[in-house]
């Protein structure tokens, strides 16, 4: 991971930014796994497909984005404490909505566990034409995976006084170190649809989309989302994946999900306390 970044390190020295500055934000790189629908990596799962869930879980109220099996990932591509089997459902409606509502699920399934197809349309209790179509346009087929390394997205934070954020604490060069990391990226490690761990990215991004994520899930637990604890630190959470959804569906360009869970609830494999925030600039 620190020798794919070394172009990274070696174009920020070049412009002027001192060296105990970039090694103190190299060291904030995480790994990640990048899923596309091309590329010669394992297939770790699938965009759509059938929807297969065990008779005890309810109909999810979004649609079905995708399904990766976490036997398949490769070794050490994230540093998440997954489960090292089982499947992993995705659902997300790619739309913005009010600051008390998650855009979507996730859904935990054990190796093992007696499954059976299920309606992908019963979300659309209304059946809205335009949601289906949009539906319809959401990506399919196999998912291959790389191990990627991912840096900070954003170059500021919310703190006390300043509503329109500030400097990362322990880097007053970030805003510098993320442009350098936009003209490197892709030739490190090129963004794809589907994101599993690492740091949360978006179309327009000043603030860390988790931090907005954590502020609309507290909004949430207190109008009676979850069924436990909801922390506003946002150190207690974590990136569970990132989709890119703008990449495929016609009319939600720039449309990003976001699911988060809180790490206590990643360790014990709570899933259903996982929580989706949704970029849209439309």
Known sequence: MWARLSPFRDKAIAQGIPADDVERWLATARPCATLTRDGDGPVVGRFGGPLLLPADTPDPAHPFVAAI???????????????????????????????????????????????????????NSSDWDDYEAMFAEFPQGPLRATADVSLPCHKSVIQPGMPWGGPIPGH???????????????????????????????????????????????????????DGPVSGDVSDWVLLADWQAGMDVEGWESSTAHWVIQREDLAARRFDRAFTSVFWNP
């Not at 090292?84 to 913005?96: K, S, Y």
């Not at 805003?175 to 740091?199: F, H, K, M, N």
């Open 172 to 226: 007053p060069r970030c805003e510098e170190l993320v442009a350098v990391w936009e003209s490197t990226r892709a030739d490190i490690a090129p963004a794809g649809p589907l994101q599993i761990g690492g740091y949360a990215d978006e179309e327009a991004i000043d603030n860390d989309p988790i931090a907005y994520a954590v502020d609309r899930a507290v909004k949430a637990a207190e109008a009676g989302w979850g």
């Open 69 to 123: 099996d976490l036997a398949a990932l490769p070794a050490d591509a994230t540093d998440l404490p997954l489960p090292p089997d089982g499947r992993l459902l995705l659902f997300a409606f790619p739309e913005t909505a009010d600051n008390d509502e998650t855009m979507g699920s996730v859904v935990y399934v054990p190796v093992g566990t007696a499954v059976a197809e299920r309606d992908k349309h019963a979300w």
